[in-house]
């Protein structure tokens, strides 16, 4: 299948690769030449612009940080929504409902379908093949491609409506940021009260407060002070407001997702939006005068 890439960053870089590796014959597109040249080399196309990608295959898939980034490739002068033969725009990266629901709007208006296809896992998962990958849009589209996004990992189609796995995605990542804020003080009320880390892990992973980030991110990132998943404050702290606004727009209860979001709010001040998302446990740290892990 010939299909565009645009976004090779952490997440479309591995994603990408792994569509060459299975036989799909690739387009791409990325600002930073240093992102395509790997790709190139494996037998990738380089396009100029995301226009450019449009016009040389039908389907266009894209894997980008922020909701106003991925509307100017989608729908900007040099978009893709200019493009001569695309048939369908594969969005795989997190904007929220309502953005995803304006892009698709925007794009009908030239005969091309929106499939919002935000995919779950990090690095690792895209890596290796193993993302949960949310799909939503017009069936038969989905039909066109859902082979091709079987080679990122676990394909669900959640419904026919723009934006809807876009939900999906919003609830299950901030169910993950829920996990790292709980876990975190919850280790660090371990520690002060003298309790090893290490085994304080290993009892959560065997009991009823086992979960993604007790199993994942503090046996490989905390602990050792590595601090090294692999994705940044700043796309959680963003996924947790976008599921704020989505909540509070659908005029359900905030609470727990109001205290979530004013935590990472604090690490992306104090410790810095740039860092690993994993430094979480660092401004619980220092208010309560202990360190958990290696130091």
Do not use: Y
């Not at 009991?207 to 503090?218: L, P």
């Not at 602990?223 to 005029?251: H, I, N, Q, S, Y």
């Not at 619980?284 to 202990?290: F, L």
């Amino acid at each position: 299948m010939q299909i565009g890439f645009i976004g090779l960053g952490k997440m479309g870089h591995p994603m990408a690769r792994r569509l060459i590796e299975a036989g799909h014959t690739l387009v791409v597109f990325d600002t930073r030449g240093d992102a395509t040249a790997p790709l190139v080399a494996l037998g990738a196309q380089l396009a100029s612009s995301p226009r450019d990608v449009a016009d040389r295959v039908e389907t266009v898939m894209a894997s980008l940080p922020e909701p106003h980034i991925v509307a100017s490739v989608a729908t900007g002068d040099s978009g893709v929504i200019n493009g001569k033969r695309i048939k369908r725009f594969v969005d795989l990266s997190t904007t929220g409902s309502r953005a995803a629901a304006d892009i698709a709007a925007q794009l009908a208006k030239k005969d091309i379908a929106q499939i919002d296809s935000p995919v779950s896992g990090g690095v690792a998962g895209a890596v290796k093949g193993t993302l949960a990958v949310m799909v939503s849009g017009p069936q038969a589209d989905i039909d066109v491609v859902k082979d091709a996004l079987g080679v990122f990992g676990t394909v669900f189609v959640i419904g026919n409506q723009p934006g809807m796995a876009q939900t999906m995605k919003l609830a299950n990542n901030f169910l993950s940021a829920t996990a790292m804020a709980a876990t975190s003080e919850a280790v660090v009320m371990g520690v002060k009260a003298g309790l090893d880390p290490a085994i304080m892990i290993d009892v959560i992973n065997a009991g009823s407060g086992r979960n993604t980030a007790s199993t994942g991110k503090f046996p490989n990132a905390i602990l050792p002070r590595t601090f090294d998943a692999g994705f940044a404050t700043a796309l959680m702290l963003k996924d947790v407001r976008l599921c704020l606004a989505e909540a509070k727009a659908a005029g359900v209860p905030t609470d727990m997702m109001g205290m979530v979001a004013s935590l990472w709010e604090r690490v992306a001040s104090e410790i810095g939006a740039d860092k690993d998302f994993t430094t979480i446990i660092q401004p619980v740290e220092r208010r309560a005068g202990v360190i958990v892990g290696k130091v």
